[in-house]
Nanobody
Framework: QLQLVESGGGSVQPGESLRLSCTASGSGFGLYAVGWFRQVPGKEREVVSCINNNGDQTDYADSAKGRFTISRDHAKVTVYLQINNLQPEDTAVYYC?????????????????WGQGTQVTVSS
């Protein structure tokens, strides 16, 4: 069993940055691929970025390329999502999720565990 807790969300102005964290508890986090998804009311959850279990492979949605960076710290059992130059369209609840596998996954059904989400609001 794995528990995921997101943190780092908040209310910011356009152009500012945030670093979201996803900290795991439970054993074997290094065996899990991790993804970040986001969701706004009335829309489906969409992938933002994902990282494999080793941390040496990453992928990004087209909307995230150039401004988002995913990384993981195995010692801290934490995966980060750095978001720069935030825009109003980035406003959403951001979820961390983990899959007990080694690849990169872009759809929610491929994942086994989910955090509770952290709200990111971008407005002037």
């Amino acid at each position: 069993q794995l528990q995921l807790v997101e943190s780092g969300g908040g209310s910011v102005q356009p152009g500012e940055s945030l670093r979201l964290s996803c900290t795991a508890s439970g054993s074997g986090f290094g065996l899990y691929a991790v993804g970040w998804f986001r969701q706004v009311p009335g829309k489906e959850r969409e992938v933002v970025s994902c990282i494999n279990n080793n941390g040496d492979q990453t992928d990004y949605a087209d909307s995230a390329k150039g401004r988002f960076t995913i990384s993981r710290d195995h010692a801290k059992v934490t995966v980060y999502l750095q978001i720069n130059n935030l825009q109003p369209e980035d406003t959403a609840v951001y979820y961390c999720t983990a899959a007990h596998s080694s690849g990169l996954y872009a759809v929610p059904r491929d994942y086994d565990y989910w955090g509770q989400g952290t709200q990111v609001t971008v407005s002037s």
